[in-house]
């Protein structure tokens, strides 16, 4: 704060006594050094809560508020999340919306491309991956390319699917000579 901006903040009275030499001008010159410090780094504050701009090092916080902590593995930061910070980053920016979503296949695709930065994901209500019907089940095709992330996107679907429901995750078999 300028020390002008903490002068109008005075009672009259005291503006008047805050005289260049006076000790209550002094003062006033101490608590405007002081309070500097903390104006820069609370005018900055919203950067910490804003996953695109948010450090590095404060996303797993971020992920936890949003209960996404689960997802994160221990060790170094940038082993935390496999498919990497930035898409963490874009995880938590987008699970608020997809919360309202949630329960449902548009949903459960969200977060799924939304964790995973790959798109192809479909949802097959009431059928198994052999093509019976059932009842409550749900069938996640995953695209091939998620492959590399299986554990995430079970775990997504686990958490992300309603409760009441069975589940498959279903990658492409490759086709002979080793493209799907």
């Known amino acids: 704060m300028k020390r002008p901006d903490l002068d109008r903040l005075l009672p009259e009275v005291m503006q008047r ?5 006076q000790p209550l001008d002094a003062a006033l ?15 900055g504050v919203d950067a910490v809560f804003n996953p695109y701009r948010a450090p590095d090092a404060f996303l797993p ?43 449902t296949a548009r949903g459960l695709i969200g ?12 949802v097959q209500e009431n059928v198994t991956a052999g093509g019976d019907p059932r009842a409550f089940h749900l069938l996640v095709l995953a695209p091939p390319d998620s492959a590399q992330y299986a554990d995430l996107v079970r775990q997504l679907v686990e958490l992300e699917k309603p409760v009441a429901l069975t589940h498959e995750v279903v990658w492409p078999a490759p086709a002979p000579g080793g493209t799907p």
Do not use: H, K
């Not at 006594?17 to 030499?21: H, R």
């Not at 977060?111 to 994901?121: C, K, M, P, Y």
């Open 17 to 21: 006594a805050a005289q260049p030499g």
């Open 29 to 43: 010159d101490v608590m405007a050094d002081l309070i500097t410090p903390v104006e820069d780094s609370l005018s």
């Open 61 to 103: 916080f971020l992920a936890g508020w949003l209960d996404l902590g689960g997802l994160l593995r221990p060790g170094p930061l940038e082993a935390q999340y496999a498919p990497g910070l930035q898409q963490l980053r874009l995880l938590i920016a987008r699970t608020m919306p997809l919360n309202f979503m949630r329960g």
């Open 111 to 122: 977060v799924l491309e939304a964790a995973t930065g790959l798109t192809g994901f479909r």
